[in-house]
């Protein structure tokens, strides 16, 4: 997953929500700015406030080790 899947999928959750890109900004703390450029996979953007962004709307990030996949492709 890369800047501009997960920009993608915040977009995606924000529109599913039917919120403006104003409103969400309002409710994650954060300026209408940064929700454009973490919409369009800006690779400089704050972690921090990508994640605050993502908990506003409900979504979760995952984390897998190389163990985790290989355990998932074993029968």
Known sequence: MDATEIGFLI?????????TQEQLAALAGVGVRFIREVEHGKL???????????????????IKTPDDRLQERSP
């Open 11 to 19: 977009r995606q959750e924000r529109k599913k929500q039917k919120l």
């Open 44 to 62: 400089t953007c704050q972690l921090a406030l990508v994640l605050q962004v993502m908990q506003t709307l409900g979504l979760k990030l995952g």
